[in-house]
Structure formats: C-alpha cells, structure tokens
C-alpha cells in the first residue's frame, strides 16, 4: 500500500489527540517535528517509523492494512542493535531522584563482559561505592554479577532474571542495576 500524500498531518493530529494537546498551542506538535527513519518489520508486519522531535525517544507508525492503514505510537526504536553492542552498558538508577549512572563493559568472548576493573559509583547524595560488575550471556540461565564495596564492607548480588537486580545502600538509597544496551535518542540522532 502507498501511503496517503499529506499522512504527515494526519500523524500530527493523531499525536495531538494522543497527548491531549491543543493544536493552536505553539508548543505542541507539527508537522515539522516528524523525521521519516524508514520502512522497518516489526512482529512480521511492515511498519513505517517516523521519529517525533528531536532527542526524543518518541514514534509514530503507520501498519498498512490492506487499503487501509492503522497509526500508532510508541517509545520502542525500530533501528537494530547490534548482538554484540546488547550487553556493553550496565545502568545504575537511584530510585529516589532518577539519576542514572552507564558504565562501559569490556566483551571478552564467549558471552562474556566485564567492567575492566572496580569503578568508583559516585551517588547524588555524595557517596560512594566501589563496583565490579561480570556477566554471562551465554550461561544457561544468562547471569549478572556485581561486587560492591561500601565503606569497609564487600556485598555479592547476582541476577538471572532479566539482567536486573537491587540493591539498597546503607543510607537507605535504593539502586537498580541493569544490563542490556536501550539505544535512547543521542544514540540516533543525524
């Protein structure tokens, strides 16, 4: 199916209605915010992605139905990760504020991946810990490793369930640790 001269607006409206916003509003959506990122197959079903605003983590679709078409909206990116760039980060959130902290890990073949040594995870409250992290991705279940270190004591917190896991510091901060590469919109950008 060929889609529709114009669809461009179509999407802006459907956006518009989507997040409750007023079209007269200067800041709401236009028709110059959407990027067309291509034609891409999701599930087995042929998706057209158009990126909305810039550094924004935001899709609109269109799915050509016969000689229809259905439009929709996602966070999901449509542009492959590559296998071998999937396990490369491991994100550390504070749950209370947000903060997110990424740090690089080493592939050493055969699955596995590792902080090259223990790398100081600084807080926004001002403290530290000592991490170490190790995974396998090829294990059978895949599995998460960290070793940190807080003040003058050493904790082991392993995972096999999505790559996540927790942990609460002394102070009460409760961190989340996962491993997996999300592309987010710097990652996209032209």
Request: proline share 4%; net charge negative.
């Given at each position: 199916?060929?889609?529709?001269?114009?669809?461009?607006?179509?999407?802006?409206d459907y956006l518009h209605l989507e997040q409750g916003e007023d079209a007269a509003d200067p800041n709401a959506t236009r028709v110059e915010d959407l990027r067309y990122e291509g034609l891409f197959e999701v599930d087995g079903v042929p998706t057209h992605f158009w990126r909305v605003g810039p550094g924004n983590e935001n899709w609109v679709t269109v799915e050509p139905r016969g000689y229809a078409y259905c439009i929709g909206s996602t966070s999901a990116t449509p542009l492959p990760v590559r296998k071998a760039d999937y396990y490369k980060t491991l994100q550390v959130t504070e749950?209370?504020?947000?903060?997110?902290?990424r740090f690089a890990l080493e592939h050493h073949g055969g699955g596995d991946y590792e902080l090259?040594?223990?790398t100081p995870l600084t807080l926004s409250n001002g403290s530290v810990l000592l991490l170490y992290a190790t995974a396998n991705s090829q294990s059978a279940p895949p599995m998460l490793f960290l070793h940190l270190t807080e003040g003058d004591k050493?904790?082991?917190v392993s995972s096999a369930l999505f790559f996540n896991a927790s942990y609460t510091t002394e102070c009460g901060e409760m961190l989340v640790f996962e491993l997996g590469y999300r592309p987010d919109a710097t990652d996209w950008q032209a």
């Open positions: 199916m060929q889609l529709p001269a114009g669809i461009e607006q179509e999407l802006v749950l209370r504020n947000g903060t997110q902290h090259a040594d223990e050493e904790y082991h």
